[in-house]
Structure formats: structure tokens, C-alpha cells
T-cell receptor
Framework: LAKTTQPISMDSYEGQEVNITCSHN???????ITWYQQFPSQGPRFIIQ???TKVTNEVASLFIPADRKSSTLSLPRVSLSDTAVYYC????????????FGQGTELSVKP | NAGVTQTPKFQVLKTGQSMTLQCAQD?????MSWYRQDPGMGLRLIHY???????DQGEVPNGYNVSRSTTEDFPLRLLSAAPSQTSVYFC???????????FGDGTRLSIL
């Protein structure tokens, strides 16, 4: 099952754009890339999902290069409330959509 | 719409006791999963189900049983609790394999 590699932690300041890059070298043709956010004492929450190129929603953008071996989550103008752990995952659609979580990136946003 | 509901929220057990963690969803999702999360770690998949009557093992299935008799419910059973099963347990559901998973608020389980 696909494990991903991402930085353990990142620091940022309010108002800055934050980019978190994830490596998924063994991604398969039918796999999707998805990102979740988790606050302490809560379950993960879906942020964004994509297959290739660029996906944008109201909270984030996801950039996926042509080889799909990496992806970058972009959070525009972060605030203190964006302090959380961010997980990059590969969705194995052909295996029932199972998610295999890595350690995630702990993002700390400072005033 | 309640989403994914997990009960209980907290539980303390003694070694060797049995317990069932309940998970219910009201979104008519076919896919449901159980995860555990240990301190400072990501979630690990225990068991999952792609529909009523169908279950399969995840990364860490030992010590846990599941069944899926209805679309709405996916209980997780600990037959003989061990201290190593102290963790936070999350249940999730999704409409299809390429759709986002919706997580419950978790059950915090301590085994003494």
C-alpha cells in the first residue's frame, strides 16, 4: 500500500502562503492524491483531492506534476486557526479506497 | 444529518475485558473503515468494509473483529483487551472508493 513522504513540521506566520510538498513515488495509474487536516482531539477532515495538474477549492490548491510522483498543497494566507497536522495520502481506488496515513506535517502558524 | 457517530467517547477497560465500539453513519455510505491513532502518530487502518456483509483487514487487524450487517453500522469488537490497544479509535465512511472519507470524533480507549 502506498506510503507518502512529507516534512515532519513547518512553521509559518499569519498571512503567509504555505506550501507543503509530498512525495509518492509508487503511485499507480488509478490512484488519487488527497489531503486531510487534523486538529487535536478531532478526526481528520478532508481538504482537497486531485488526480493531475491543479485543483482549487475555497480553502486550498493542489498542484500535481505530470509524473504524479509528488504533489504540493498550497494554503493561501494562513491564520492561527490553520495550525494543525496535514496528511498527504494516496487513495488506492482499486483497493476499496483505503487510506494509509503517514506521520503528517505539523504546521504551526505564529502571529 | 449527524454524519458519523461514534460511541462511547471515552472508555476505560481492564486487561482481558471485551468491548464493542459503535459506529453509525446516516449518509447511506457503502464504505466504512476503522482506524487507531497512537500519540504523535498518523492513523493506522484496522478493518474496512465496502458494503453490508463484506469486510477486510487493514494494516493492524490483530485483536479486533468487525462485522457489517447493515449499511449504517460498523461495530469494532475487542475480544480480550490488552494494554497495547490503548489508543484513540476513529471510524470513517465514504460514498465510493474515490470520494472523501468522513470521520467521527473518535473513541478514547484506555486499557489498564
Amino acid at each position: 500500500l502506498a506510503k507518502t513522504t512529507q516534512p515532519i513540521s513547518m512553521d509559518s506566520y499569519e498571512g503567509q502562503e504555505v506550501n507543503i510538498t509530498c512525495s509518492h513515488n509508487n503511485i499507480a495509474t488509478n490512484d488519487y492524491i488527497t489531503w486531510y487536516q487534523q486538529f487535536p482531539s478531532q478526526g481528520p477532515r478532508f481538504i482537497i483531492q486531485g488526480y493531475k495538474t491543479k485543483v482549487t477549492n475555497e480553502v486550498a490548491s493542489l498542484f500535481i506534476p505530470a509524473d504524479r510522483k509528488s504533489s504540493t498543497l498550497s494554503l493561501p494566507r494562513v491564520s492561527l486557526s490553520d495550525t494543525a497536522v496535514y496528511y498527504c495520502l494516496v487513495v488506492r481506488v482499486n483497493q476499496g479506497g483505503k487510506l494509509i496515513f503517514g506521520q503528517g506535517t505539523e504546521l504551526s502558524v505564529k502571529p | 444529518n449527524a454524519g458519523v457517530t461514534q460511541t462511547p467517547k471515552f472508555q476505560v477497560l481492564k486487561t482481558g475485558q471485551s468491548m464493542t465500539l459503535q459506529c453509525a453513519q446516516d449518509m447511506n455510505h457503502e464504505y466504512m473503515s476503522w482506524y487507531r491513532q497512537d500519540p504523535g502518530m498518523g492513523l493506522r487502518l484496522i478493518h474496512y468494509s465496502v458494503g453490508a456483509g463484506i469486510t477486510d483487514q487493514g494494516e493492524v487487524p490483530n485483536g479486533y473483529n468487525v462485522s457489517r450487517s447493515t449499511t449504517e453500522d460498523f461495530p469494532l469488537r475487542l475480544l480480550s483487551a490488552a494494554p497495547s490497544q490503548t489508543s484513540v479509535y476513529f471510524c470513517a465512511s465514504q460514498w465510493a472508493s474515490n470520494q472523501p472519507q468522513h470521520f467521527g470524533d473518535g473513541t478514547r480507549l484506555s486499557i489498564l
